[in-house]
């Protein structure tokens, strides 16, 4: 049970720190790299604190990579992505009620559907790389934070005016659903879920071990 409060509240507080600053942003460059910077710091914090418990993946597509690969047990996994939806459903229905905003973060594109599948494929691919190489053997969980959550914060800052960066369909699911923005949802979840899960095999090919062995 651990793990699966572990992985609710810190997709939790992802979704209640990154949504937040969203609300609270402005317009313009400065504010970009506001809320860019709040999302990777989140992501930091909640791999600092809950790393040890669960891994702290926090992000159904990463766990969707992580049992492919093998280091996530398949009879955990539906328990790891219902904990993650449900911590970030409860994030924005906590941020609704305490904004009263009825613009919560969700994610929107300026692309066409097509156009922004491939973006959040592609960032998402990043993304799980970065923490392949990061969460490596013995790895300290500060390393694995620090690198992950850096990942996180450069490519929200790059994408982010483009898909909203998501990258994780657990934090578009947890404002979507209090804001009832179901259109675009499914793109937001099945494509970081693909470009998770190419990662598994590129990382195979590309990592320092393969060329080892």
Not at 57 to 76: D, M, T, W, Y
Request: proline letters at 4%.
């Amino acid at each position: 049970m651990r793990p699966y409060l572990a992985e609710a509240a810190g997709t939790f507080g992802l979704v209640f720190f990154g949504c937040g600053s969203i609300i609270l942003a402005g317009e313009g460059l400065l504010w970009s790299i506001v809320v860019s910077l709040v999302f990777g710091s989140a992501v930091w914090a909640m791999i600092s604190i809950f790393g040890n418990t669960s891994g702290a993946h926090i992000n159904p597509a990463v766990s969707v990579a992580f049992c492919i690969e093998g280091r996530l047990p398949k009879q955990q996994l539906l328990g790891y992505i219902v904990a993650q939806c449900l911590g970030a459903i409860v994030a924005g229905y906590s941020l609704l009620i305490m904004s009263g905003h009825t613009n919560l973060g969700s994610t929107t594109t300026s692309l066409s559907i097509w156009q922004a599948f491939i973006i959040e494929v592609a960032i998402t691919c990043l993304l799980m790389l970065s923490i392949l190489w990061a969460a490596i053997p013995n790895a300290s969980i500060q390393r694995i934070a620090l690198a992950v959550g850096s990942a996180v914060a450069i490519l929200a800052f790059i994408a982010g005016s483009f898909t909203g960066a998501s990258m994780n369909p657990a934090r578009s699911i947890g404002p979507a659903i209090p804001e009832e923005m179901f259109e675009l949802l499914w793109m937001y979840i099945f494509a970081p879920i693909i470009g998770a899960t190419l990662a598994i095999p590129l990382w195979n090919k590309i990592s320092t071990k393969h060329f080892i062995d």
